[in-house]
Nanobody, 123 residues
Framework: EVQLVESGGGLVQAGGSLRLSCAAS????????IGWFRQAPGKEREGVSC????????YDADSVKGRFTISSDNAKNTVVLQMNSLKIEDTAVYYC????????????????WGQGTLVTVSS
């Protein structure tokens, strides 16, 4: 059974940084993709960043390019999303997801969701 456990959400001021972690288990970590998605109040869920764990390829939404960095530690089966220069509009529940490598920012490819962690950016 695939399990994903997120940690690291919280409250931060605009311009600050947060680091989200996703600990994964129950599958061959280097055969799939792990993505971060988010859902802001009143908005649809959107793909933020994802990483193909077999080769380290990463993909980012335009809204976070240059500010967010996704990385993986295959030895620890962990994916980290480093979020810098946070903006108020980054406020959302962030979800870690186990997804297929192709089009890993498309939530239709997600097979397992984490429980979500709240990120709140204040002015």
């Amino acid at each position: 059974e695939v399990q994903l456990v997120e940690s690291g959400g919280g409250l931060v001021q605009a311009g600050g940084s947060l680091r989200l972690s996703c600990a994964a288990s129950g599958f061959a970590f280097d055969d799939y993709a792990i993505g971060w998605f988010r859902q802001a109040p009143g908005k649809e869920r959107e793909g933020v960043s994802c990483i193909i764990t077999s080769d380290g390829s990463t993909y980012d939404a335009d809204s976070v390019k240059g500010r967010f960095t996704i990385s993986s530690d295959n030895a620890k089966n962990t994916v980290v999303l480093q979020m810098n220069s946070l903006k108020i509009e980054d406020t959302a529940v962030y979800y870690c997801a186990f997804t297929l490598p192709g089009r890993c920012l498309d939530e239709r490819n997600v097979e397992v969701w984490g429980q979500g962690t709240l990120v709140t950016v204040s002015s």
